[in-house]
């Protein structure tokens, strides 16, 4: 997640006829999947031991939704054009996912599981179906599918909010997520994890060689060499080839991760701890150490980096691009900066576990 955010202020674009810079990006697919699965796990978990869990889940979704409204959207620009430009991003779909799953978890574990996987499955049945955006439902077809494909919503002739996280399929890996938490209690949870997982690589390579149903652009007339477009799945709106390759993996590794030790691990689990606070850190960082890059580089900070990224800012000035030696140290020296400040943060937020910190 890092390196993606890091490559936004570098100028490098988002994926590419060269490996490279594809896979730059493409590694970074892996992050909000798994981001959106587990809380839903993480919201079983728990509703487990906590009679709260529609009311807790209600009020940390609003509480998401508002911090990508305001404080991730001030990181990523550094500008105070709120009324021009908004952007509904992780934060958002993580939060407006939980305010649906509240309205789910009256229900059994596994029919919610088994709702989301539909979703996940048959969300593709609307692709291409923008006829929709002329009619009466365009506001509400444009929030909970197409996205930043059709263009900024315009709320009531004020802000211009561009969604880039649609509702629809990351609701179903929520719900999927939350199904999955059932079977953690299970003896063979690991052999069930990897299964599906299994399960799940297996149906996107018969999907994608197919090239049929399952996402939105087909590989095959693809102008990227066949390796690369076979990989370049549609995240905008998370289609269902994007969905089981990046999920598949995540289920496979979890028992391993799981097993994991040694210093890595250790480092890992520390930035873990507190995944919010490493969210809402590191935008602000990176955008930070950017400036300070150009800075040092050029002897000047261009107004570029200033506007409304990562979305509406217009492409960078010529010349400006990083190359991928200089981006990868960047983001090395977040994750180091990163680090101290999160196991600081975690221990003080183990020594005052009540409050209004559960939220962050």
Known sequence: MVIDHVRVFAGVPAGGATPGVFFTRWVTHYCAPAFVFLAGTSAYLHGRTHRDLPRFLLVRGL???????????????FNLDFDGHAMAGVLWVLGASMIALAALTRLPAQLVGALGLAI?????????????????????????????????????GGPRVQVLYSLVPWVGVMAAGYGFGALLSHPRRDRWAVLIGAAAIALFAILRAIDGYGDLRPWSSSPKPGYLAFLDTT??????????????????????????????????????????????????????LAIAVAGLRDGAVDPWLFTNHPMANPPPPAGYAWSLPLLYAVAAVALVLLTFACRRYADYKQRHPDGWLRYL
């Open 120 to 156: 996940i499955a048959g969300h593709n049945l609307f692709d291409g179906r923008l006829a929709a955006l002329d009619g009466p439902v365009a506001w509400w077809w444009k929030l909970l599918y197409v996205g930043f494909y059709a263009g900024p919503i315009e709320i009531g």
């Open 235 to 288: 995240k905008y709106p998370a289609s269902l080839d994007f969905l089981l390759m990046t999920l598949g993996p995540m289920l496979v590794a979890m028992p391993l991760a799981e097993r994991a030790r040694g210093p890595i691990a250790g480092w890992l689990a520390a930035l873990g701890r507190v995944p919010l606070f490493f969210y809402l850190l590191h935008i602000p960082l990176v955008h930070a």
């Open 63 to 77: 509480w998401l939704v508002a911090l990508e409204l305001t404080v991730v959207r001030l990181a990523w620009t």
